[in-house]
C-alpha cells in the first residue's frame, strides 16, 4: 500500500504545484567553492569542500534482508540526506542498485496470483496445491523493477521539492566517444537545473559480466557493476567525491568478522598488498575487492572515495552527511600518505610502551619524572622562544581573549613552578603502582590482595596552556599509565618542545613511546571515538569543550566538569574581615578558573549593614559587575541588572548575588543552580559551617576559605589532571590517586570451587591481614 501511494505520489504532472523544482534558485551562497579537479582531497576535512557527489548504493544498502523487494526506510533517510546536501547548493548524483531486487518482488507477485487463479479454476474442492516459484532471470527481474524503482525515488525526493531524472547506461555508452559526450552533456545540463539524476546499469540488456574484464587504466574502464560504473562517472563528471555505500563499515585489513580485522581508516595506494579480502556481499555482482579497484581506479582520476556502510540502523540516517563533514566514518581513500603514524598506530604505541612503564621499579618511574623536571630548566630558553612564536601568533591573530592569552604565555617563574610540582609528583611516585589496599586470607594457603594498577591509556584534552603538557605526562608516568595528548593548535610550537622534552626523559628507561603528541588533524569528536583504545578521556578547557566531549565520548568515561559555578554564602554571623578577605580572592584572583565565585549568596539579615555594604565597594573597586538575583532585586530601589540565569558561569569580572533566609535556604539553592564543583561557606558559628559542610554535596565543600583553594597543587597533590564532579571514580581535583585503579591477586595451592562446597575439605576463613606484611615466606607451612 505505502508503494502504490508513493507511486501515484511521483505521477504527478510535473507543472503541478506540488512538483516544483528549484531549478535557477540554487541556494548558492552555502555551496562550496568549486575547485580545479586535478588531485583528490588529502584529508577527511578537506570534503567539506566538496561540490560534486556521487552516491553509490549497493544492493545490500537497497534491498531488503529477504533479497526480494527494497528497504523502504532504509532509502528514506539515504534520500533526505541527500536532499539535504543538494539543497546547500551540491551537486548530487546517485548510482543505485535494486531494480532487480524491485523486479524480483512484482514478478514473484504476479506469478503467485496467477498461478493461484488457474489452480482455483481447476480445483474443484477449491485447494490450492503447493506452488514452486520457478527461476526468475535477472534480465526480466531489472526489466519490471526499473520504472517502479524510478517512482519511488521520484517520489521520495519530491517530499524535499527535488527533481529526479533517470539514467540507463551500459558499457557501450563509455566506450563510444559520440554515445560519452552526449551521457556527459546530459549529466552537466541535469545538474546545471538542480535535477538530482539517478543512474543505473540497463540490466535489462546489459550481457553477463566478463570474468577476465578488468580496470585497464585511468581511461578505460569496464562497466561489470555498479561499483565500476560509480567510479567510471565519478572520473567522467569531474566529480570531488564519490561515496560508495555498502553493508560493511569499510575496508578491513583481513576478511570482518574474523579475530584480527580492524577497520583501515585512511587506505593508501600502495597498501593493497597488506589487506585479504573475503567473500563478496550476500547481493550485488561485486564485492570489496572490486570496491578497492574501481575506489583505487577514482583516485587516480582525480576523485576522493568513501567506502561506508549504509545498512547500520544507528548511522545509516547520518552516514553520508556525516561523510561530507569530514567525520571518521568508514575508509578514506587517500593518496597522500602521512609522514608520520595514524593517532590509531600512536595510540597501540603508547599503549604497549606503557605496559612497561607500568612494570619498571617505582625508583625508575620516579628518575623519569626529575629528569623531566631538570629539563624544564635546562631548556628554558627552547621552550620560551617556542611559546614566543606561539604568543606572536594568537596576538597578531586577534581571536584569543586576554584569559586565553595568559593561558598561553609561559615565564621562567611559571617553568620554575612547574619543575617543582614535578619534582612532588616523583616523590609521590615511589608509592603509587601496585600499593596493596587490601589483603585477606581467604582459607588456608588462600590468600587476596588488592592492589593499585594504572587505568590503561589516557587521552587527555586540552585547549590554550601548555603547562599542561609536563604536569599530565608526569601524572601519566607516575602512575605508569600511556597517554595521548591533544593540544590546542594555538601552543603548537610550545607543546612540540615539551613533548620532545618528554619522550627524552622517558627515554632513559627505554619507554619514550608512552607519552603521544596527536598533531595530525584529527578532530576531537574522532579521537572519542576510539572506544576500543582509550580508556579515559579527561578534557582541560572550557565548559563548552568538556560539554562537547561528554556528548562525543560513546563508550568512554570522561573525567571532568563541564560547569564551574561556585557559590560563597555569607552567613549572619560571617566576620566581616573574613568576608571581605575570601569574596575578593574567590572572584578576582582568577575570575577565568573553573574554582572561581560565580554567585555569592548573602543572609537577608546582612542586608543594609556595614558588613553589606563593604562587599559592594569592595567589588565595585575590583570592577566586579553585579547581576542581582530575583530576590535580591526586590530589596533594591535601583538594582543593577537582574541575573538572566541563576545557573551561569561567567569566567570573568561578573557574579551573581542573591539573598537567603538561611544556611538551609543556601543549601537548597546551590542544590539547584550549583555545578557540585566547590562552595564555601563563611561564619563564625561551627555548628552552622559543620551542617553545611554535611549536607552540601559538591566534590569541595569550605569553611572559612577561598574557593580557589579547590586545586591539586594546593591540596597537595603535586598537580592535577582536572577537578571531577562526577560522583565515580575520582571527585574533587584529580591528582595521581585518581588516575588508579585496582585489581584482585589470588595466590593458592591447587585450590578449587569443590573444595569449599558441602562435600568439601576446606572451610572460608576471610581474615584481614596487615596491608604493609608482605606474602613472600608467609604461608602457613603446617
Not at 148 to 176: K, P, R, W
Not at 545 to 573: F, M, N, T, W
Request: proline content about 4%.
Amino acid at each position: 500500500m505505502l508503494l502504490h501511494r508513493l507511486t501515484l505520489c511521483s505521477r504527478i504532472p510535473l507543472g503541478s504545484p506540488r512538483h516544483v523544482c528549484h531549478l535557477l534558485t540554487r541556494p548558492m551562497t552555502q555551496a562550496p567553492q568549486g575547485r580545479a579537479h586535478s588531485s583528490s582531497f588529502a584529508h577527511r576535512g578537506e570534503l567539506r569542500q566538496a561540490k560534486r557527489i556521487v552516491v553509490k548504493l549497493g544492493s545490500a544498502v537497497v534491498t531488503r534482508g529477504d533479497e526480494c523487494g527494497l528497504a523502504l526506510g532504509r532509502l528514506a533517510s539515504i534520500v533526505e540526506q541527500v536532499a539535504m546536501l543538494q539543497n546547500q547548493g551540491r551537486e548530487m548524483m546517485i548510482v543505485t542498485s535494486g531494480a532487480v531486487a524491485f523486479g524480483k518482488q512484482r514478478l514473484r507477485h504476479e506469478i503467485l496470483l496467477s498461478q493461484s487463479v488457474r489452480q482455483a479454476l481447476h480445483s474443484g474442492h477449491n485447494q490450492l496445491k503447493d506452488m514452486s516459484l520457478p527461476v526468475l532471470e535477472a534480465r526480466a527481474c531489472a526489466a519490471a523493477g526499473q520504472s517502479g524503482l524510478m517512482a519511488l525515488y521520484e517520489a521520495m525526493f519530491t517530499q524535499y521539492s527535488t527533481c529526479t531524472a533517470q539514467i540507463l547506461v551500459t558499457n557501450l555508452d563509455f566506450h563510444d566517444d559520440q554515445k560519452r559526450q552526449n551521457l556527459n552533456s546530459t549529466l552537466q545540463e541535469l545538474l546545471r537545473m538542480n535535477i538530482v539524476p539517478i543512474i543505473n546499469t540497463n540490466d535489462a540488456v546489459v550481457p553477463p559480466p566478463e570474468p577476465n574484464s578488468d580496470l585497464q587504466g585511468v581511461n578505460v574502464i569496464s562497466i561489470k557493476d555498479n561499483d565500476s560504473l560509480a567510479a567510471r562517472l565519478a572520473v567522467e563528471m569531474k566529480a570531488d567525491l564519490l561515496i560508495a555505500l555498502s553493508d560493511v563499515e569499510g575496508l578491513y585489513n583481513s576478511p570482518p568478522g574474523t579475530d584480527d580485522a580492524k577497520l583501515i581508516d585512511i587506505f593508501y595506494p600502495g597498501d593493497q598488498q597488506s589487506i585479504t579480502y573475503g567473500t563478496k556481499s550476500r547481493v550485488g555482482i561485486g564485492g570489496m575487492e572490486a570496491k578497492v579497484k574501481a575506489a583505487l581506479w577514482a583516485l587516480q582520476g582525480g576523485t576522493s572515495v568513501v567506502i561506508a556502510n549504509g545498512t547500520n540502523p544507528k548511522v545509516t540516517g547520518h552516514v553520508i552527511t556525516d561523510i561530507v563533514e569530514g567525520k571518521k566514518v568508514g575508509t578514506f581513500f587517500s593518496e597522500i600518505k602521512p609522514a608520520g603514524p595514524t593517532v590509531e598506530q600512536q595510540t597501540e604505541m603508547a599503549r604497549n610502551s606503557g605496559r612497561t612503564l607500568a612494570s619498571l621499579h617505582p625508583d625508575q618511574r620516579s628518575e623519569i619524572i626529575c629528569h623531566l623536571a631538570e629539563l624544564l630548566t635546562e631548556k628554558k630558553e627552547e621552550i620560551l622562544a617556542a611559546n614566543k612564536m606561539d604568543m606572536d601568533l594568537a596576538v597578531n591573530a586577534g581571536h584569543l581573549p586576554p584569559a586565553m592569552l595568559k593561558r598561553l604565555s609561559l615565564s621562567p617563574a611559571k617553568l620554575n613552578s612547574l619543575a617543582i610540582g614535578l619534582r612532588q609528583i616523583a616523590v609521590a611516585a615511589q608509592d603509587s603502582v601496585g600499593r596493596v589496599l587490601r589483603r585477606t586470607r581467604v582459607a588456608h594457603n588462600l590468600e587476596l590482595e588488592q592492589i593499585t594498577v594504572p587505568i590503561g591509556v589516557l587521552l587527555v584534552i586540552f585547549e590554550a596552556r601548555p603547562d599542561c603538557l609536563p604536569q599530565v605526562s608526569a601524572l601519566s608516568i607516575a602512575s605508569g599509565n600511556a597517554l595521548l595528548l591533544k593540544g590546542g593548535k594555538e601552543a603548537a610550537n610550545t607543546n612540540r618542545v615539551l613533548h620532545q622534552l618528554t619522550q627524552e626523559a622517558l627515554s632513559m628507561h627505554g619507554v619514550r613511546e608512552a607519552v603521544q603528541l596527536v598533531s595530525t588533524r584529527e578532530e576531537v569528536e574522532d579521537l572519542c571515538r576510539l572506544d576500543k583504545m582509550i580508556d579515559l578521556i579527561i578534557p582541560r578547557g572550557s565548559s563548552l569543550l568538556v560539554r562537547d566531549i561528554q556528548r562525543a565520548a560513546k563508550g568512554i568515561p570522561v573525567l571532568g566538569h563541564s560547569e564551574g559555578i561556585c557559590h560563597v554564602y555569607v552567613d549572619a554571623e560571617a566576620s566581616i574581615d573574613k568576608v571581605i578577605k575570601i569574596v575578593r580572592d574567590s572572584k578576582c584572583d582568577y575570575p577565568a578558573a573553573c574554582n572561581a565565585m560565580e554567585t555569592l549568596l548573602i543572609h537577608r539579615d546582612i542586608l543594609r549593614t556595614p558588613l553589606f555594604d563593604q562587599i559592594i565597594d569592595m567589588l565595585r573597586t575590583e570592577r566586579v559587575k553585579i547581576h542581582a538575583g530575583p530576590r535580591f532585586a526586590s530589596y533594591l530601589t535601583f538594582s543593577p541588572s537582574e541575573a538572566k540565569s541563576l545557573r551561569t558561569e561567567y569566567g570573568d569580572l561578573e557574579c551573581c548575588m542573591e539573598v537567603v533566609d538561611s544556611m538551609h535556604e543556601a543549601v537548597d539553592h546551590i542544590h539547584k543552580y550549583g555545578s557540585s564543583h566547590t562552595d564555601v561557606i563563611i561564619t563564625e558559628n561551627e555548628d552552622t559551617a559543620e551542617q553545611f559542610l554535611q549536607q552540601l554535596d559538591s566534590a569541595c565543600v569550605f569553611w572559612n576559605t577561598s574557593s580557589r583553594f579547590a586545586d591539586g597543587y594546593r591540596f597537595g597533590l603535586g598537580a592535577e589532571v582536572g577537578i571531577s564532579t562526577a560522583r565515580i571514580h575520582a571527585r574533587g581535583p584529580v591528582g595521581l590517586e585518581g588516575l588508579l585503579t585496582t585489581k584482585w591477586l589470588l595466590r593458592g595451592d591447587g585450590h578449587t570451587a569443590a573444595d569449599f562446597s558441602e562435600h568439601g575439605t576446606m572451610k572460608y576463613l576471610h581474615e584481614n591481614l596487615p596491608v604493609g606484611q608482605p606474602l613472600a615466606g608467609q604461608r602457613d607451612s603446617n
